[in-house]
């Protein structure tokens, strides 16, 4: 992509860093990643930039999610992926069909654009309702999860979130909250909430790769800038604990979704 230029890769090892951070610890910060992405993309490469910013994101996305693979190994509750994963097979299959309607012209990818930018935006009101129903509550336990009774209306609500997560995650890359949504409703315990996310999507981004080639948004173009953001994105799952332990967390969480939030107000208009 000869139109990137040096500014532009800085934007997205930038981008790839935060993506990396959101894996290693920091909850949300991907959604800037998708929105960093989108808009770097547009302005380099104009309209079509912003469907090809999903391809180009998918293989830094799973490079990120075999780090947190491997190092939340022990605390996977493959009951719930497996729960999950044949909805979030089929809204990811809806959401490839979707996807090819929004490429046939510049009217329609600009119309991508701005459902992204409200899939964020929706995202975001997720994440801090998500905060809201916890406050108040006891902190997710770190122990292994107990393998009981799954609560009452897990299949069911298994259906809807993977349904609705496979669209989200194929059209944007943006299904983190609505996993992480069915999962704390199933209270599962703190590691065991990030190693099943974490296994969830890997084999889901993996499942996308074929769909965003034939979409012709994955190319060996797009693997050769994809590539290089593999190692910002390791350093930031990498030092992410390092954010966590002596940084304020609650005030860069805060300002990561400040900028999701003009992010994705600026691809609404």
Known sequence: MDELSSTHWALLALGSFIMGMSKGGIP??????????????????????VPL??????????????TATLVYRKHTDWGYVIRLLPFFLLGT?????????????????ALLKVLIGAILLSMTVLHFGLKFRNSGKSKLSSESPSTGER?????????????LGGVATMLANAAGPIAQLYLLVM?????????????????VNI??????????????????VSAWMFIPAM???????????FLNQKLFESLIWFFIVLAGLRMLV
């Open 187 to 203: 209270g599962l315990p703190k590691y065991a909430f990030i190693g099943t996310s974490a296994w969830l999507f890997l084999i």
């Open 53 to 66: 910013s999903v391809g180009l994101l998918l293989p830094v996305l799973i490079s990120a999610d075999m």
């Open 151 to 163: 609560p009452k209306g897990s299949i069911s609500l298994g259906v809807f979130f993977g349904s």
């Open 207 to 224: 499942f996308k790769v074929p769909l965003m080639i034939d979409l012709k948004i994955i190319t060996l173009e797009s693997m050769g």
């Open 93 to 109: 299959l809806l959401g490839w069909w979707v996807f090819d309607y929004f490429q046939g012209g510049d009217d329609r990818v």
């Open 28 to 49: 949300g910060a991907g959604n800037l990643t998708v929105a960093i992405f989108a808009l770097v993309l547009e302005d380099a490469l104009g309209p079509v930039g």
């Open 235 to 245: 350093i930031g799952a990498a030092t992410a604990p390092l954010f966590v332990k």
